[in-house]
């Protein structure tokens, strides 16, 4: 599976984004899909999942209420909302499929990584 994410910029605290992951290669509805975030300094954390016919989803306790997560199996394409931005929200954020049947948070669950987005969130 190949994965581009797009979306990320600089943004002041407050203010939304949205992120994108299309993917390619494979069956996309065949996998669950994450995404994850890395700041200078920190280990790669995750942010959300979605299982592989979206009806099950979770969120780290750090974004939830703010961020959502989607996804359309008919464009093989995985969404992060990101509304209420913080500073401490600044990161590289990257998508992730995995092949479990359940919905993981553990990045070593997820075998296919894209290449990250940057977010910057200014205060």
């Known amino acids: 599976v190949q994965l581009v994410e797009s979306g990320g910029g600089l943004v002041q605290a407050g203010d939304s984004l949205r992120l994108s992951c299309a993917a390619s290669?494979?069956?996309?509805?065949?996998?669950?899909m994450g995404w994850f975030r890395q700041s200078p300094g920190k280990e790669r954390e995750f942010v959300a999942v979605i299982s592989r016919s979206g009806g099950r989803i979770r969120y780290a306790d750090s974004v939830k209420g703010r961020f959502t997560i989607s996804r359309d199996n008919a464009k093989n394409t995985v969404y992060l909302q990101m509304n209420s931005l913080k500073p401490e929200d600044t990161a590289v954020y990257y998508c992730?499929?995995?092949?479990?049947?359940?919905?993981?948070?553990?990045?070593?669950?997820?075998?296919?990584w894209g290449q990250g987005t940057q977010v910057t969130v200014s205060s």
């Open positions: 992730a499929a995995g092949s479990s049947v359940f919905v993981r948070t553990g990045s070593d669950e997820y075998a296919y």
């Open positions: 290669g494979r069956t996309f509805s065949d996998y669950i």
